[in-house]
């Protein structure tokens, strides 16, 4: 896996060209096949779970020292990308597990990271974020799940909403209020795990798109846990998940890009065939005007996801801004690409026969989760990058 953050951006390295191909062929080989299954029936796709773990792709940017791979952030990209062009569903585990695990990556222990990156990286269990309530979105800081010091344990009560992967995955990071007095500052982040007593979980959300990932409540109810599973020091939990949203903004650009991609590769290949009037419909320019729109587009938006990648690589100081640039761009572009394909297959495309209706519903979801659109612009604006 690739370390380097000196990436060419109109060039892959050759090591990164040989990822992308290793992820492409595996995807379309073993996670393809069952995307439309996994939309239409709303299950957990766990034949790209075992093909992702086989060959060391659930979760590439654990590092070398906690066994896995240590791949940069480009790399981890790419392998999101990359599957969710042929199933976004499958794409979440990769980029939850690095959303999951990256406040213990960034702020956590060295027993901490031992113990669990170590357990990621082999394929123990998969590990989700437990930051959004019922009544705490976008106001993440309005949180209300506490937690109570009580000796050498926390005790954790609350429910947290939108959770990805709840109940499948082994490990949570959850954020919750240790001083209710300081607001932001008096948010702590811990490990719960799934078979911690007094966790449970809410029935799956029935949602527009994403169906085989399942979104479900967390419910923590007298959760006691040791003390040494807090991440980094008391009230610093929400520091660390915004610092974590930085680089994992990225991961839903990359998504966005994979479904964008193939929503467009499905299109271009459908009006070289499609006839009417006589010719192919490609021939027309005002289709060849759509499809040039969306290439031009979407590479864009790949342009300003993998600068994105670079600067969460060397932790630059403009990466907020860059982060949700990336992801409220590649976002926009997937919903209006999707769209637009499925205008290209005409009342085809509206169909469940053709897999350009699943990925954009799939897309929409991506100018929603890890911060709204409307909230990436607010941070933009409050982050401007001087010249």
Same mark, same amino acid.
């Given at each position: 896996m690739?370390s380097?953050?000196?990436?060419?951006l109109?060039?892959l390295?050759?090591?990164?060209?040989?990822?992308?191909?290793?992820?492409?062929?595996l995807?379309?080989?073993?996670i393809?096949?069952?995307?439309?299954?996994?939309d239409?029936?709303?299950?957990?796709p766990?034949?790209?779970?075992?093909?992702?773990e086989a060959?060391?792709l659930h979760?590439?940017?654990? @590092?070398e020292?906690y066994?896995?791979?240590?791949?940069d952030?480009?790399?981890t990209?790419?392998?999101?990308?990359?599957?969710? %062009?042929v199933?976004?569903?499958s794409s979440?585990?990769?980029?939850v597990?690095?959303?999951g695990?990256?406040?213990?990556?960034?702020?956590?222990?060295e027993?901490?990271?031992?113990?669990y990156?170590?357990?990621?990286a082999?394929g123990?269990?998969?590990?989700? /974020?437990?930051?959004?309530?019922?009544?705490?979105g976008?106001?993440?800081a309005?949180m209300k799940t %506490?937690?109570?010091?009580d000796?050498?344990f926390?005790?954790l009560?609350?429910?947290?909403?939108?959770?990805t992967n709840a109940?499948?995955?082994?490990?949570?990071t959850?954020?919750?209020?240790?001083?209710?007095e300081? =607001?932001? $500052?008096g948010?702590?982040a811990?490990?719960?795990?799934k078979?911690?007593?007094?966790v449970s979980?809410?029935? @799956?959300?029935k949602?527009?798109?994403?169906?085989?990932?399942?979104t479900?409540?967390? /419910?923590?109810?007298?959760v006691?846990?040791?003390?040494?599973?807090?991440?980094?020091?008391?009230?610093?939990?929400?520091a660390?998940?915004? $610092?974590?949203l930085?680089h994992?903004r990225?991961?839903?650009a990359?998504?966005?890009l994979?479904?964008?991609?193939?929503?467009?590769? /499905?299109?271009?290949?459908?009006?070289?065939?499609?006839?009417?009037?006589? $010719?192919?419909i490609a021939?027309?320019?005002?289709?060849?005007?759509?499809?040039?729109d969306?290439?031009?587009?979407?590479?864009?938006?790949?342009?300003?996801?993998?600068?994105?990648?670079?600067?969460?690589?060397?932790?630059?100081a403009?990466?907020?801004?860059?982060?949700?640039a990336? $992801?409220?761009f590649?976002?926009?572009?997937?919903?209006?690409?999707?769209?637009?394909?499925?205008?290209?297959?005409?009342?085809?495309?509206?169909?469940?026969? /053709? @897999?350009?209706?699943?990925?954009?519903?799939?897309?929409k979801?991506?100018?929603?989760y890890?911060?709204?659109?409307?909230?990436q =612009?607010i941070?933009?604006?409050?982050?401007? @990058?001087?010249?």
């Amino acid at each position: 896996m690739a370390s380097s953050a000196d990436f060419d951006l109109f060039k892959l390295s050759e090591e990164h060209e040989m990822l992308r191909e290793t992820v492409r062929a595996l995807a379309e080989a073993k996670i393809a096949p069952f995307a439309a299954e996994v939309d239409e029936q709303g299950r957990f796709p766990q034949e790209a779970r075992d093909a992702l773990e086989a060959n060391e792709l659930h979760a590439v940017h654990v @590092p070398e020292e906690y066994g896995g791979a240590g791949a940069d952030a480009l790399a981890t990209v790419l392998v999101i990308e990359e599957v969710a %062009r042929v199933c976004a569903s499958s794409s979440l585990i990769p980029a939850v597990n690095k959303l999951g695990s990256l406040p213990v990556q960034l702020s956590g222990s060295e027993e901490l990271k031992a113990k669990y990156l170590g357990a990621l990286a082999r394929g123990e269990g998969m590990f989700s /974020y437990c930051l959004s309530e019922p009544d705490a979105g976008s106001d993440a800081a309005g949180m209300k799940t %506490r937690a109570v010091r009580d000796g050498d344990f926390w005790v954790l009560n609350g429910v947290k909403r939108w959770i990805t992967n709840a109940g499948v995955s082994e490990f949570y990071t959850v954020m919750a209020v240790t001083d209710p007095e300081k =607001r932001s $500052k008096g948010i702590s982040a811990f490990v719960v795990e799934k078979g911690d007593e007094g966790v449970s979980f809410g029935a @799956p959300e029935k949602k527009l798109g994403i169906k085989g990932s399942p979104t479900r409540e967390v /419910y923590l109810d007298n959760v006691r846990i040791p003390a040494d599973r807090m991440i980094g020091a008391e009230g610093t939990g929400f520091a660390t998940a915004m $610092k974590t949203l930085d680089h994992t903004r990225i991961t839903i650009a990359a998504q966005a890009l994979g479904i964008a991609q193939g929503a467009l590769d /499905y299109a271009s290949g459908y009006v070289k065939e499609r006839k009417q009037f006589g $010719k192919a419909i490609a021939e027309f320019q005002g289709v060849q005007f759509m499809l040039a729109d969306m290439a031009m587009k979407l590479e864009a938006a790949r342009q300003l996801t993998y600068a994105a990648a670079a600067k969460s690589q060397r932790v630059d100081a403009d990466l907020t801004f860059f982060g949700a640039a990336a $992801k409220c761009f590649a976002s926009d572009v997937a919903m209006e690409v999707t769209t637009d394909a499925v205008q290209l297959l005409g009342g085809y495309g509206y169909t469940r026969d /053709y @897999p350009v209706e699943r990925m954009m519903r799939d897309a929409k979801i991506t100018q929603i989760y890890e911060g709204t659109n409307q909230v990436q =612009r607010i941070v933009m604006a409050r982050n401007l @990058p001087s010249a």
